[in-house]
């Protein structure tokens, strides 16, 4: 009987303990009073609009007269029989590929030979850091000229015999009949890639600089005494030391190029035969300037999907090592 009585009474301890330690306190209260605002606006202007926008690519809304009657899916079924939309897929398809392939390539590769300590790196540092400071915006038009057939490269290039279209070019490389359109590789396409990884390039190489900054130079001196050469300690130890941060440039340039809009509408707009067309520009067309909002609105989602098949398993991922 005393047995159980001291059972229940230390349970009942425990209990109010428990109940203690669940108990906010005032410094909690005080920050869950700064967060409150910011969590209210982001819950109604982000996820509150996106959820309009989920609403509206349901609808009929496809004019300046507001129809919000239910349609189903057949402002997607549109879409994907659409031949611009189409395009816009296989172009950002071979954009995130090559940007992402040489933003990577280009940013370890400079950040390598600028952690060689080789004499005037804060000025390499800096000059390759520095688009990053312009918009994209300026950075279209820059390129625009550079790359406009009739000037920029082509006139030193015109000595060789060698004149290219660059963004104009209508080209298909190695192309096959896929639904509406010719897919593989649109030669316009490449001229806004150079445009987007000089650009971001720099971002890149400050990331991998960072993290070639913090490993230990005694794991370089300990797989030097156990006989590894140069090209081996960079491939078994560094590069697999940077794997976190190549995956985080990886998200980061995917949310950039699923997203691109205003370098390319700087730049080179949707071209001829759609050939450097985007969904972002396909969506700011079709409903600013065609007021199809339903059609606009239904882009916008895809394009939110697409972007969340990279975000979301990133956030999950780092979720869990977290805790």
């Known amino acids: 009987m005393q047995e159980e009585l001291a059972t229940q009474r ?10 203690k330690k669940k108990k906010v306190t005032k410094d909690q209260w005080i920050a869950l ?4 605002p910011s969590f209210i606006l982001i819950l109604i202007f982000v996820y509150g609009f996106i959820g309009w926008t989920g609403w509206v690519s349901l609808s009929n809304w496809n004019s300046l007269v507001q129809d919000m009657s239910f349609a189903g899916l057949k402002n997607y079924l549109f879409l994907f029989q659409d031949f611009r939309f189409q395009a816009d897929l296989r172009n950002t398809i071979f954009f995130t590929i090559l940007f992402i392939g040489l933003v990577i390539v280009m940013g370890l590769g400079l950040s390598i030979l600028i952690d060689q300590k080789t004499r005037g790196e804060s000025l390499f540092r800096n000059i390759f850091l520095f688009p990053m400071a312009l918009s994209f915006v300026v950075t279209g038009v820059v390129w625009q000229w550079l790359l406009n057939p009739s000037t920029g490269f082509n006139y030193f290039l015109k000595v060789f015999g060698i004149q290219p279209k660059w963004y104009t070019d209508t080209n298909i490389l190695a192309g096959f009949e896929w639904g509406n359109i010719e897919f593989g590789l649109p030669v316009a396409i490449i ?7 000089w650009q971001m390039t720099g971002f890149s190489l400050a990331m991998y600089l960072a993290g070639l900054r913090g490993i230990p130079e005694e794991l370089r001196e300990a797989a030097r005494m156990d006989g590894a050469t140069e090209f081996q300690i960079y491939r078994k130890v560094i590069l697999p030391m940077l794997m976190p941060i190549t995956v985080s440039v990886v998200i980061i340039m995917a949310h950039i190029s699923l997203k691109i809009f205003d370098l390319i509408y700087a730049m080179s707009g949707s071209g001829a035969n759609f050939v450097t067309d985007v969904p972002g520009v396909y969506m700011f067309e079709t409903t600013f300037q065609g ?7 239904a882009i916008a989602i895809i394009m939110l999907l697409l972007v969340a098949v990279f975000i979301v398993p990133y956030l999950i991922t780092n979720r869990r090592s977290d805790s």
């Open 33 to 36: 009073g700064f967060l409150a």
């Open 191 to 197: 001229a806004v890639v150079i445009a987007a990884v």
């Open 10 to 19: 230390h349970t009942e301890q425990k209990l109010q303990l428990n109940k």
């Open 291 to 297: 007021q199809y909002y339903a059609n606009g609105a």
